[in-house]
């Protein structure tokens, strides 16, 4: 059977697993797994990804993130291959490290999110490194521990998944603990491994292709999610198919003369509330309505990658741009 296609697309929430070859141990000490965090952090600092959560165990490892200025695929590869290189030369061994590729499943926000966070937060609890949630709370490998403020990791998105709990950080600590403590006796999830209806059999044009109804739709490992979510997928790879480009010049040209800004304002530090509303909706038109580069925009704007992503899922959670203004600015 061929591979199936990656389904990937800025802003697209994925759980990632990675298993060692043939089960063997992909972190053998602590200055491997200080390796794969510090290549890690790199991706999200540069606004590639969003880490939400992650686990480190010997065999195998688990992330939730979302698609950022960079194809997941293309920031997995780097991260692999990178820190693959560096473990063979470091124990004086040869060949693949990793099974095969990694798997992704594409998940959609709600119920899941959550629902992931702590599952993958748990993994170390559930294969024995630690014996119980007070040692998971200090335990450096898992993202739960900067949840809690225990350890430091600045590039992780730590105020979305608090932010869920609660208005102030303490409490909103308390309130997570909280929710991780109570998933301890659920035990092994199948259910949050994939198995959802089909978004995809061949990728975002394929998709588009579909047109036979719900009859059609069948089991697919690659996603997470209701009936309704793949409906909306479809019409989301469906425009995606169809969608013309407008090239970075014009859009950002456009968008100023409507809000009245010069593109040298848009482009500069100015923090006004109009320049930050411009750059926000010009990084959401660009990067997640006609899927362009976001390190393209960061440096025509002088800002960093990661700036370009905050201001897009910014731009989003504010509801804006119109729908009417957007399709009309992206329009060839």
């Not at 403590?181 to 209806?197: C, F, H, N, S, V």
Request: aromatic share 8%; with cysteine; hydrophobic share 35%.
């Amino acid at each position: 059977m061929p591979r199936q296609a990656r389904l990937d697309a800025p802003g697209v929430l994925h759980h990632v697993m990675v298993r060692g070859i043939e089960r063997g141990v992909v972190f053998q000490d602590n200055a491997d797994r200080e390796d794969f965090v510090r290549r890690l952090s790199q991706g999200a600092e540069s606004g590639k990804i969003s880490v939400y959560a992650w686990a480190l165990l010997p065999n195998h490892l688990h992330l939730l993130v979302r698609s950022g200025t960079a194809p997941l695929s293309r920031v997995m590869r780097s991260l692999l291959t990178g820190y693959a290189g560096r473990f063979n030369r470091r124990h004086r061994r040869s060949g693949h490290l990793f099974q095969n590729r990694y798997k992704s499943i594409v998940c959609e926000e709600e119920p899941y999110f959550l629902e992931l966070v702590r599952y993958l937060h748990l993994n170390p609890l559930r294969a024995g490194i630690v014996k119980d949630l007070g040692q998971l709370d200090r335990y450096a490998y898992t993202g739960h521990s900067a949840l809690l403020g225990r350890i430091a990791r600045p590039w992780q998105d730590t105020a979305e998944v608090l932010g869920r709990f609660g208005g102030r950080v303490g409490r909103a600590r308390e309130e997570y603990r909280r929710f991780v403590q109570e998933g301890i006796r659920q035990g092994p999830r199948p259910d949050l491994m994939g198995g959802g209806l089909v978004r995809s059999i061949g990728g975002w044009k394929a998709v588009a292709e579909i047109r036979r109804g719900r009859e059609a739709y069948s089991a697919d490992e690659r996603v997470l999610g209701s009936s309704r979510f793949v409906e909306g997928l479809l019409k989301e790879a469906e425009e995606i198919a169809v969608r013309p480009k407008v090239d970075l010049a014009t859009l950002g040209r456009r968008i100023t003369r409507h809000m009245g800004l010069t593109w040298e304002a848009l482009s500069g530090r100015g923090r006004s509330r109009e320049q930050s509303r411009a750059r926000s909706i010009l990084a959401y038109a660009w990067v997640k309505h006609l899927g362009g580069s976001g390190r393209d925009l960061s440096r025509a704007l002088g800002v960093s990658p990661q700036a370009v992503s905050l201001a897009a899922r910014r731009a989003e959670k504010e509801g804006i741009p119109a729908r009417g203004d957007l399709e009309r600015w992206c329009r060839v």
